[in-house]
């Protein structure tokens, strides 16, 4: 899975969160759901500047404090061992993730599942902050 699609489920995801801890968590366990789904990946340099893209506009929306910063963080994390493998030419099956061993979704020619799920997240950091009717009154 793309890398900017894995920080974008981790940004929304961190919106039902109730710390950054719990979003970043959250946010790695959403990235092994996605790597079982359909999707096609792309070369690093195409992945990292979408990245970049990505966690730039996720800070530039909600700061870098925020859940949804260190949610997509937490989403994005477990692919250092995805590129950790590529720069060094690390056969896949030697991986330690099992995601990344093989055992993920079946490459795809097209982006569709993850455009779909792009498009979603970056709508998400546009919405309002829910607001808890307890929280707030005294
Ligand atoms: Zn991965």
Known sequence: MIAAVHALTGATLARLCGSRTQAALVGAFSHFIEDMLPHRDLDI???????????????????????????????????????????????????????????HGPKTRTFNVQIVIATIGLASLFLPESKSPTKGTP
């Open 45 to 103: 340099p195409q992945e990292a500047a979408l990245l970049a893209g990505a966690l730039s506009l996720i800070a530039a929306a909600r700061g870098t404090e925020s859940r949804e910063f260190f949610g997509a963080l937490g989403a994005v994390l477990p692919d250092a061992e995805n590129i950790a493998g590529r720069v060094l030419d690390i056969p896949e099956k030697q991986l330690l993730l099992p995601n990344h061993r093989g055992y």
